[in-house]
């Protein structure tokens, strides 16, 4: 399985992006049945969950960006998005995707991707 984030960037505080995870190498409608995340680490910390989501429905968001980030998929496209608005500095950080198991540990599946870097600016 391959993984690949796309979206970051360096955007002002208070701005938009929307990241992306295009997963390779699953046959058929694998990926549908993988609870997909999103995580983010910054230097010298943990890599944390900040959200995930079933095919059935369920998300789950951590609380400091409830109301700000929206997880969403597309299965036909094996693919996850993450709409981040209201961005603050605290958000800085690289973005990574996987799959997971248990929820809400979320302990991931694959290999990483390579991530993508979101910096805010104040």
């Known amino acids: 399985v391959q993984i690949v984030e796309s979206g970051g960037g360096l955007v002002q505080s208070g701005g938009s992006l929307r990241l992306s995870c295009a997963v390779s190498g699953l046959s058929g409608s694998a990926f549908s049945t993988y609870v997909m995340g999103w995580y983010r680490q910054t230097p010298g910390k943990q890599r944390d969950v900040v959200a995930y989501?079933?095919?059935?429905?369920?998300?789950n968001y951590t609380d400091s960006v409830k109301g700000r980030f929206t997880i969403s998929r597309d299965n036909a496209k094996n693919t996850v998005y993450l709409q981040m608005d209201s961005l603050i500095p605290e958000d800085t950080a690289v973005y990574y995707c996987n799959a997971g198991w248990p929820i809400p540990t979320m302990t991931p599946k694959w290999n990483w991707g390579q991530g993508t870097r979101v910096t805010v600016s104040s």
């Open positions: 989501i079933v095919s059935g429905g369920r998300i």
